[in-house]
């Protein structure tokens, strides 16, 4: 019995071990490159999905894709979006190269607020009345805070693997106001593009801003 047993063990391990390799090969991996700062903190999406951002999205936090043809984007605010068509093959590594442009920007209010974040993990990306602006990482701490006109805004955080946290600020002129939280883990499985790692955040130094972040244009 115990021969048996040991057998069927054996066999099942000669047959599992192909088994996972194949499906490791299956997936393809997208290698992002960006040169100026600009490029490296801007925020990437795959098929619609926010992943993170440009700069973190390798070693441990690698993007996985299936097979077949994927849409990256990549937003940065002030900048015109990237987007690029990809093909991917199973077990293929490809890389795409970002590169931004200036986009237009509304006129600056004479007069504005300032929104200073709080927020774990410091990687989560930040939108404001559903545009990106940004990472937390670039409102935190001293010196940094994002500018907004004066009035009610939608604010939403949002990270892969973690529940989305919204809510309504409404500053008044010259106001400073914080927004404190920190990001509940997401039950179960998602269909996300597949970002490797063991789950563990290590967040990352704070992206240095080259230039202060315009406020969105005040409502028509």
Not at 159 to 166: A, D, K, W
Not at 198 to 206: A, I, K, Y
């Amino acid at each position: 019995m115990k021969i048996r047993a040991a057998l069927f063990a054996f066999i099942a391990g000669v047959l599992l071990v192909p088994a996972i390799y194949a499906g490791n090969q299956v997936m393809g991996e997208i290698e992002f490159m960006g040169k100026s700062k600009v490029e490296k903190s801007s925020g990437v999406w795959v098929d619609g999905q926010y992943v993170g951002y440009l700069k973190e999205l390798k070693g441990s936090k690698k993007v996985l894709l299936l097979p077949g043809e994927h849409v990256i984007t990549v937003r940065q605010n002030g900048y015109q979006d990237f987007e690029q068509h990809v093909q991917i093959r199973p077990g293929e590594k490809k890389a795409v190269f970002v590169s931004m442009q200036k986009g237009p920007t509304g006129a600056m209010p004479a007069v504005t607020a300032e929104v200073k974040l709080s927020v774990n993990p410091t990687r989560a990306a930040v939108f404001l009345d559903g545009l990106f602006v940004g990472h937390v990482a670039e409102f935190q701490g001293l010196g940094r805070g994002l500018l907004v006109a004066p009035g009610p805004h939608a604010m939403k955080i949002a990270l892969p693997g973690y529940q989305t946290f919204e809510t309504q600020i409404s500053p008044s002129a010259r106001q400073r106001v914080e927004v404190k939280t920190n990001l509940l883990k997401s039950p179960g499985k998602s269909n996300e593009p597949l970002i490797t790692g063991d789950g563990n955040e290590n967040n990352p130094p704070p992206p240095p801003p080259d230039r202060a972040t315009p406020p969105p244009p005040p409502p028509q």
